[in-house]
């Protein structure tokens, strides 16, 4: 029968301990990481945080111009008329709300839904 | 014996390390991701200046006193305006030393004929009204909120110096409804008549008594809109009173602020002839036959794109209802080019202020008499 050496003896719960620290700190680690992914909120790249992006359509600001011909004031009468040239008619122009995002010259941003931010666990699983 | 007792402590050690680990990632998480947000564009508290004109009604209500509206505000709310926000029971307003538009007009565009003729001025303007008129022109700024619009921080003093560095010599509040940046116009026509500047603001005139009759004394004009004279109108294309706008036409007359009063001719909206007799005999009834009136030319704009432009005729008949009324100094806007663009001697008929659209191309005043005839046209000449 084979006797265990005082030396022996004393290592193992030193081992143990190590290995026991070890798998804690590998399992703090990965549980940490994966509550992070999940929870922890960033900016979103997308729209730089802002929750929405600009209107594609009017670039930005919210107004369309709507060309238009009007009467001259001269009625046609003045050859040498300074607004309409004689012709009696001018072009003009007029602003409306933008179609596409209402006069609000955004959109809001679809990657994170107008939050401006989001999850590590979403852009992973976007990339 | 020992080693037992040596390894279970050591497990009890670890149990209690990975425990506290846990709680404390736990805690730090929960945190991060509850943490309240404040609300996006509004600036902090500290930062926005009290509004003027309200009444604490208790439970963190309050209820603004600056416009015909009234709004009763539930704390975290805005009134109508957009501009003015209940926090914790106190009124503040959002657009203060917050304008989003800064730039020099010629007093013709206001429309002010009677008023520095061929002068600029430098114009204040900020984000929303206290209207909702389908056919503005400047809907986009009006008919946005603070959030919404381009602004520059400038407080009232650098507005003031801003003016007298570009060589304006009069401030004029305009583009939107000043009324919903009161206090930021207050408090710049009180400094500019400290630095004897002129002062004048385009209104649509739904500002309650209280508060206007404080601001006039800062005041050397007004341009004031009339949009039509029925309730209907005002209801219907403004979602607006007219009531408070005649009130506010008198005050301005009693406080001898110098008043032109503008009128925007819509194709079937406003048109109608006997309403028009009907106000040009109020304004002359009430605010004497002296008040220039504009009959302004409509253009599509903003949600009233399926009307046309305000035919030629419709103004002209307007501006001879006017002249029959007994109004002296009837003009035409938006027109460029047409005659009534320019003053007439209301004695002698002589042309003595030609202009062409905002232009002023001969100038026939004499200390603010007629150079034919000697006849005093009233404003402000000098």
């Known amino acids: 029968m084979a006797t265990q050496s005082p030396e022996s003896g004393t290592n193992e719960p030193r081992i143990l301990t190590r290995r026991l620290i070890i798998i804690l700190i590998v399992g703090v680690v990965i549980v940490g990481a994966l509550g992070a992914a999940v929870t922890i909120e960033t900016e979103c790249q997308h729209c730089s945080g802002d929750g929405k ?20 004031a001269c009625r046609g009468e003045d050859p040498d008329c300074p607004i309409c040239g004689g012709i009696g008619r001018y072009n003009t122009l007029t602003t409306t709300l933008c179609d596409t995002c209402l006069g609000k010259g955004c959109e809001i941003c679809p990657k994170c839904g107008g939050d401006g931010r989001i999850k590590l666990i979403e852009r992973f699983l976007k990339r | 014996m020992v080693t037992d007792n040596w390894k279970s402590r050591t497990r009890r050690v670890i149990e209690i390390v990975a425990i506290i680990l846990f709680v404390v990632i736990g805690v730090t998480i929960i945190l991060q991701t509850t943490a309240p947000s404040p609300p996006q564009g509004v600036p902090p508290k500290e930062k926005l200046t009290e509004a003027r004109y309200y009444q604490k009604l208790g439970d963190g209500m309050v209820q603004c006193q600056l416009c015909f509206r009234k709004c009763t505000i539930q704390e975290g709310a805005r009134g109508v305006c957009e501009n003015r926000i209940n926090i914790g029971g106190t009124l503040y307003s959002l657009v203060y030393a917050n304008p989003c538009a800064i730039q020099i007009d010629p007093v013709e565009k206001e429309p002010l004929f009677h008023l520095l003729p061929g002068d600029t001025t430098l114009c204040f303007g900020t984000a929303s009204c206290n209207q909702k008129c389908l056919f503005c022109h400047n809907w986009h700024m009006s008919q ?32 939107n409804e000043p009324t919903v940046f009161y206090e930021y116009m207050y408090d710049i026509a009180k400094l500019a008549k400290e630095m004897g500047l002129v ?14 009759r404080a601001l006039l004394p800062y005041m050397d004009a007004a341009c004031i809109d009339l949009k039509a004279f029925t309730e209907e109108f005002y209801l219907n294309v403004s979602s607006s009173e007219l009531e408070p706008v005649l009130r506010t036409l008198k005050i301005i007359k009693e406080e001898g602020v110098w008043l032109e009063v503008v009128n925007l001719l819509i194709p079937t909206l406003n048109d109608d002839m006997d309403k028009l007799r009907e106000m040009c005999i109020w304004i002359r009834d009430n605010l004497g036959e002296d008040t220039p009136l504009h009959f302004s030319r409509f253009f599509p704009a ?13 103004l002209d008949k307007a501006r001879e209802i006017a002249q029959e009324v007994g109004l002296k100094y009837v003009y035409i806007g938006n027109a460029p080019g047409h005659i009534a663009n320019s003053t007439f001697c209301p004695q002698c008929g002589e042309l003595i202020i030609k202009r062409v659209g905002f232009i002023v191309q ?21």
């Not at chain 2, 400038?154 to 110096?161: F, K």
């Not at chain 2, 903003?302 to 419709?314: A, I, S, V």
């Open chain 1, 53 to 72: 992006i600009e209107c594609p359509f009017c670039k930005g600001i919210g107004a369309i111009g709507i060309p238009f011909s009007v009467e001259c």
């Open chain 2, 144 to 175: 946005r909120t603070v959030e919404e619009t381009d602004n520059i921080a400038l407080s009232p003093e650098e507005a003031v110096t801003m003016a007298a560095e570009v060589g304006c010599n009069s401030i004029s509040f305009t583009y």
């Open chain 2, 199 to 212: 002062t004048y603001f385009h209104s649509n005139g739904t500002i309650n008594p209280e508060p206007l």
């Open chain 2, 302 to 314: 903003y949600k009233l794109l399926k009307l046309p432009p305000t035919p030629l005729e419709t």
């Open chain 2, 362 to 382: 001969q100038y026939l005043l004499k200390e603010g008499r007629c150079a034919y005839c000697g006849y005093p046209i009233p404003g402000i000449w000098d």
